[in-house]
């Protein structure tokens, strides 16, 4: 016994719910293998209302129709979708009763096939099911005697199902626990090498590094990597994966190894014969974890600016692939060289304002200057800050940003 559903939506999820043999024959239409759902619902009326009810559920709007063979019930689906709703059952051996007033065009015949039958009177499958197979054979080749063959429901075949997709993963039950980094990324190395070997036969790269660990207090580490692009490159992904493990080693001895890729189509791209040429990018993130691994993970990657008025506030990210520009003109502008860190002053005021100040390879009278602005905020929380700014020229003939906190005085940065 065969289903088809024939609607709109995820028809095929609906179909894997109730068998693991499903085809999609056409974008809207999927057709399944139901035998053996009689012991749990009884008969082909049930199976119908169960997967009905479930498609309900799901709210996926479609026609349902079972037969003894997948090409009668396709029929059944889409012929019927309309004029029927809910679900049609067709008994064995009535298919062509059952199928007679549906038309033709159903069975996708080429349009010559079509124009010699339509010329003939013949536009509906009892039209068809009623010639003899003889002058059909003799007239219309192999072509006609298959669409009268569909047209009584007798075509038999066996569905083509979904292929699964392919699950690079690979897992190591362990004899004995081990504890070290060493051993840990000889079994790794294993497990890489293996994986990418076969995303390379089949032309695949991948941007995700999956490892998951089952310790011996029956806890689970599990660690992912995402790779800026897809790539292959085992030597990359091992040394990733021991810097990872390196700083986030597991609990408790390992019992149990599992490592998974996440396929991809590897990236190409064409360089520009002007254009400088950007780091490698996986190379780029081994570079980068190494860095982490002696300054810390929170020290290391590309500065985004927070969205808010604290002064220097940022964080930092996963670099961005460099993507090429090209130069424009623009008009100049002033800019704001910072000190890092800011340069501590000695202030002295004339008439509530800097008149002369003192720092580091600074020293001046102010000639003039612009300010004070006063900022604050976080006052909410233990780390609250304030401060008053000026923009000042010093009789060195540079301007300066100045600011004053709760910390005394300090030279920001400089002008130019």
Not at 158 to 172: G, H, M, Y
Not at 225 to 233: A, G, I, N
Not at 317 to 324: D, G, H, K, R, T
Request: with cysteine.
């Amino acid at each position: 016994m065969f289903a088809c559903l024939h609607g709109a939506g995820n028809l095929t999820a609906l179909a894997l719910e109730f068998s693991p043999t499903v085809e999609q024959t056409a974008a809207d239409t999927v057709a399944l293998d139901v035998s053996g759902l009689d012991r749990l619902f009884g008969l082909p009326q049930d199976i119908a209302a169960a997967i009905a009810r479930r498609a309900a559920e799901t709210g996926l709007s479609c026609h349902i129709a079972l037969a003894a063979n997948p090409d009668a019930a396709i029929c059944a689906a889409r012929g019927f979708a309309r004029a029927r709703l809910g679900s049609s059952v067709i008994p064995q051996g009535d298919e062509a009763k059952f199928l007679a007033p549906l038309p033709l065009t159903l069975l996708a015949p080429t349009p010559e096939l079509l124009e010699t039958l339509a010329c003939w009177g013949i536009r509906r499958f009892q039209d068809l099911a009623a010639l003899p197979p003889l002058g059909i054979a003799e007239r219309l080749g192999p072509e006609g005697l298959r669409l009268r063959e569909l047209a009584r429901g007798e075509a038999t075949r066996k569905l083509l199902p979904i292929p699964d997709p392919p699950r690079f993963e690979e897992e190591i039950e362990l004899e004995y626990p081990i504890d070290l980094l060493e051993p840990l990324a000889f079994l790794l190395a294993r497990l890489v090498n293996g994986l990418t070997t076969r995303l390379a036969t089949r032309g695949l790269a991948t941007d995700e590094l999956r490892l998951r660990l089952k310790l011996e207090n029956r806890g689970t580490h599990q660690r992912t990597l995402r790779l800026p692009v897809p790539s292959r490159d085992a030597k990359a992904f091992l040394k990733l994966l021991e810097l990872d493990l390196a700083t986030h080693p597991p609990a408790a001895p390992i019992v149990h190894v599992w490592f998974g890729v996440n396929p991809r189509k590897p990236q190409a791209a064409q360089a520009g014969l002007y254009v400088p040429t950007a780091p490698e990018p996986v190379g780029l993130e081994l570079t980068l974890a190494r860095i982490k691994a002696i300054v810390g993970e929170d020290r290391a990657g590309s500065p985004r600016l927070l969205d808010t008025h604290r002064p220097g506030a940022f964080r930092m990210e996963p670099p961005a692939l460099p993507v090429p520009a090209i130069a424009a003109a623009h008009a100049p502008r002033l800019a704001l060289r910072l000190f890092r860190p800011p340069r501590p002053a000695r202030v002295s005021l004339a008439g509530g304002h800097p008149g002369f100040v003192a720092a580091q390879s600074i020293r001046g009278k102010v000639i003039d200057l612009a300010g004070p602005w006063r900022t604050s905020g976080d006052w909410w929380t233990a780390d609250s800050w304030s401060r008053d700014e000026w923009d000042i020229a010093l009789s060195d003939g540079i301007l300066y940003r100045l600011y004053c906190s709760p910390a005394g005085w300090f030279v920001e940065g400089s002008y130019d």
